[in-house]
Each structure stands twice: as structure tokens, then as C-alpha cells.
């Protein structure tokens, strides 16, 4: 597939077709657009872009030759997908102003917007704790943040999201050409049209975070979570997996006969909290208690 430049102005009259969205906000979009048809690393362009004076920019590229995902993997950026990486910073009307500890709140605020804006589309998808969108039971698209912390608070963030379009894809991975081809009325016609709701989901999800909370967040994004019921070993513990606290950890809870006397000692509570990266959930075959 040859690379095809990603069209701006496609995407701004998208974007002005949004119910809620204003002429002001779209008019912001579009002077803070940057469109590459292929980088390093969206996020890392972005941040360069912050450093030379743009902190409310927005980057979009046709491909990427080194993004990344969760654990530091590579993430397959080929033509075809959505690669976009957005700027949240002090001087944006959605400035973050949460702690170190809460950094992982954007994380799931971004993935539930994403997700609850696809699903109006047409498209059920659901979330792999923490940051994966899944559909049909394969990965559909990743979040990754990084942020800059001063005096103990979230200066600036950088979100990228990169969703599989009609990219190609690996054996636990979905694009949603393939999805449609399976379906009798798309809702989603163009990457540009992608982009749109993709932003719009991000950019709710942050809102609602910051004007209301994760608490006004947290059901509904386990509501998606396709993890909730899943058994997993923890320290040679078996546990279920019961859902996600207000800080991004994931809920554990040991049945009290799944002890042993070698890992007793060090998982003595019935239920423990797992921080985002401490551990491998896998893709592939539905999990059990996942909510289609």
C-alpha cells in the first residue's frame, strides 16, 4: 500500500459535524494540526513540537517506523492505521491538575472515551486493562501516555492513540476493514472520519475526568473492561480478577483455599492491587466473564 497523506481539511469538517462541538474549537484544531506521512514516533514529534513552543498541538501520521506500546514493545505502525498523538497541557481548557499517583487516571479515561465513541458508531468495542481497545477479542488499538510532573502535579501530557484501520495487523490483532467486511452497514466511512470520533472520544473522556472525577468514570469503563472474571496467577495464587481502583490498579480477589504455604506469606490479603505494567493479561481467546 502506497502511503496516502492523511487530509486535514476531511477531518475538520468531520470534526464540525459533532454535535457539541463549536466553530472555535474546530478552527483551534486545525491551526494546531501537524500531518506527517511518516515518523519515528508520533508521541516523540509531539513532544518536540511542545518544547519549540506549540503546547496545544495535534499529530497525525500515515505510518510509524518505531512507535511503542505498553511494556516498551514495538507497535506495529503500518500504512493503513491511525496514528495520532494529542497535547494536554496547562494552558489547554482541559489542563490536567491530578497528582504523580493518579497519572494512570488518564490512561483509562482516554480508553473508556474511545471506547464509548466507537461503540456510538456502531462498533462494540470493549477495554484490555489498562489502555487496549478490543474487538471480536483481539487488540484494535492501544493508548500510550507520558507525562511531565512539576511540583508533584501533571504539568503536561502527551496521549497517543494508534487504531487499526486497514493497516495490516498480527495474529492477535483486528483492523476494522476486516471487522466491516463482515457487517451490512458501516457507520465509519474514512481514517479521516476515524480520527474525528477518535478525538472526540479522547477529548470527553479527559473533560469528564477533570470536571467530575474517575469516580463518575469508573463503572462505566468497567463496564467495557473485557478482564472482569478473568483468572490469572499471581505469585502461584490463583485470583479472579473483580475490577479497578480510582488509581488504575487492578482488582484481585483470592479464594482462601487458593493458598499455599510457600506464597502464603507473601499475598496474606484476600485481595491485592496490581499496578499498570506489573503484568501480562494476553490477547486471543475470550476471556472468562467477558460482556459482549
Do not use: C
Amino acid at each position: 500500500m502506497s502511503v496516502a497523506e492523511f487530509n486535514k481539511k476531511k477531518f475538520i469538517d468531520s470534526l464540525s459535524n459533532i454535535q457539541g462541538v463549536s466553530d472555535k474549537f474546530t478552527a483551534s484544531t486545525f491551526a494546531n494540526l501537524h500531518i506527517f506521512l511518516s515518523l519515528p514516533s508520533t508521541n516523540q514529534t509531539l513532544w518536540q513540537l511542545i518544547d519549540s513552543g506549540n503546547p496545544s498541538s495535534i499529530v497525525i501520521a500515515s505510518q510509524q517506523t518505531a512507535g511503542r506500546g505498553q511494556w516498551g514493545r514495538n507497535w506495529q505502525s503500518t500504512v493503513g492505521g491511525l496514528y495520532m498523538s494529542i497535547a494536554i497541557a496547562k494552558s489547554n481548557t482541559i489542563a490536567p491538575n491530578i497528582s504523580i499517583s493518579q497519572t494512570s487516571q488518564l490512561t483509562l479515561s482516554s480508553a473508556w472515551g474511545i471506547a464509548s465513541s466507537l461503540r456510538d458508531y456502531g462498533i462494540p468495542v470493549q477495554v484490555k486493562w489498562p489502555n487496549d481497545l478490543i474487538l471480536e477479542h483481539k487488540k484494535l488499538g492501544g493508548i500510550l501516555t507520558e507525562t511531565r510532573i512539576h511540583k508533584k502535579k501533571i504539568s503536561q501530557a502527551v496521549i497517543g492513540v494508534g487504531i487499526n484501520w486497514a493497516n495490516s495487523v498480527p495474529d492477535t490483532g483486528i483492523n476494522l476493514q476486516s471487522y466491516y467486511r463482515k457487517q451490512s452497514k458501516p457507520e465509519i466511512f474514512s481514517l479521516e472520519m476515524l480520527a474525528t470520533i477518535v478525538f472526540h472520544g479522547l477529548d470527553s473522556g479527559i473533560k469528564q475526568l477533570l470536571e467530575s472525577g474517575i469516580e463518575s468514570i469508573l463503572p462505566s469503563y468497567q463496564q467495557l473492561l473485557i478482564n472482569i472474571g478473568q483468572q490469572i496467577v499471581v505469585e502461584d495464587r490463583i485470583g479472579t480478577i473483580v475490577g479497578v481502583t480510582t488509581n488504575g490498579e487492578l482488582r484481585v480477589k483470592f479464594n482462601q483455599d487458593s493458598a499455599s504455604p510457600l506464597t502464603q506469606p507473601q499475598i496474606s490479603s484476600s485481595e491485592i492491587f496490581l499496578k499498570p505494567g506489573t503484568i501480562n493479561l494476553g490477547y486471543g481467546q475470550p476471556l472468562p466473564g467477558s460482556q459482549e
